[in-house]
């Protein structure tokens, strides 16, 4: 039997406007998202994983779209 860590789920959120899709796994209590090159991780404790999974996509779609905005000088 395949261990839950070795799975990951879709995972997508809406900013403005724009939809965010990453991915993620829930590891010891910890819920792990992927979003392009990045990794944020957080306990997700009395939460439920799913949603903190949404918490983390959002924070880190927010500070990709800053960098970019910054590189693009706007």
Do not use: C, Q
């Not at 965010?20 to 090159?37: A, K, N, P, Q």
């Amino acid at each position: 039997m395949a261990e839950d860590y070795e799975f990951t789920r879709e995972i997508e959120v809406e900013l403005d406007g724009t939809r965010y899709r990453g991915h993620y796994r829930v590891m010891s209590g910890t819920v792990i998202v992927y979003f392009e090159d990045e990794i944020k991780f957080a306990s997700h404790d009395m939460n439920e994983p799913g949603v903190v999974a949404r918490w983390l996509l959002t924070d880190l779609s927010r500070r990709v779209e800053s960098r970019k905005r910054k590189a693009s000088g706007s």
